[in-house]
């Protein structure tokens, strides 16, 4: 039987609510499938004119190793035709020219457990970026210069693209929470990789290879 709750204990469910809410805001740190949860991502934002290439951003990308941007060689890999500008300057990309096997890794600078998964993904790359090559997504983000920035310090190489205006929500790579990481087989088949934190390129590449069918 559900009873209708009494003025007070509405008010004492909707403070403990709003209290849930801004931990889940600002700590970033629920448990979910072996990782850790990130940021809860809103609806989409009108941002859509943030600069990603600013000249301090192209700067400290020149100064880097991180790679070029580069768009894919199909006409139609299994992605929506969306265009992606370069994180931290550089050649924009159609997504649709992106062909699998690919992890599309979705993150924000300011996501705790989007840079503490950063060195598992570089691992993985750095293994096995030949058979399964990585890029990187900054979703939803008006700061992006911070997203490279941490990206860079903890030695990321692998492209990186943004995509601030929230395009990519609402498709097969919509992101409800970062970071999460997607991956896009031969196929063009889209699938969740990870909701949430990854801690080693092991994890990586037992969740790529689970869900690609294969082994690397």
């Known amino acids: 039987m559900v009873r209708a709750l009494g003025r007070r204990a509405r008010v004492a469910a909707g403070a403990a609510l709003s209290l849930a809410v801004l931990v889940g ?14 940021a809860p991502l809103g609806d989409k934002p009108s941002s859509s004119k ?15 190793e ?11 890999g299994g992605l929506p035709k969306i265009e992606l ?3 931290g300057g550089g050649e924009s990309a159609d997504l649709a020219s992106f062909e699998g096997p690919l992890v599309i890794n979705l993150f924000q600078g300011f996501c705790a457990p989007c840079k503490e998964e950063m060195p598992a993904l570089q691992s993985f790359y750095e293994t096995y970026g ?37 395009e990519l929500q609402g498709g097969p ?7 999460a990481t997607y991956v896009l087989s031969s196929s063009g088949k889209v699938q969740l ?16 290879e689970k869900k690609l069918g294969t082994t690397l």
């Open 85 to 87: 500008r370069c994180l």
């Open 50 to 64: 943030v600069d990603v290439a600013t000249d301090e951003m192209v700067s400290a990308k020149k100064a880097s």
């Open 130 to 166: 030949d058979q399964v090559p990585v890029i990187g997504i900054d979703v939803m983000d008006t700061v992006p210069g911070v997203a490279l920035e941490e990206a860079i310090s903890r030695g990321v190489t692998f492209p990186m693209y943004a995509d601030p205006g929230g």
């Open 25 to 38: 805001l600002a700590g970033c740190g629920e448990e979910t499938s072996g990782g850790q949860a990130g």
């Open 66 to 76: 991180v790679e070029p941007c580069r768009a894919g060689p199909a006409d139609d």
């Open 193 to 208: 990789l990870q909701m949430g934190g990854m801690k080693s390129a092991t994890q990586v590449k037992e969740l790529v």
């Open 173 to 179: 790579l919509t992101a409800r929470a970062v970071p």
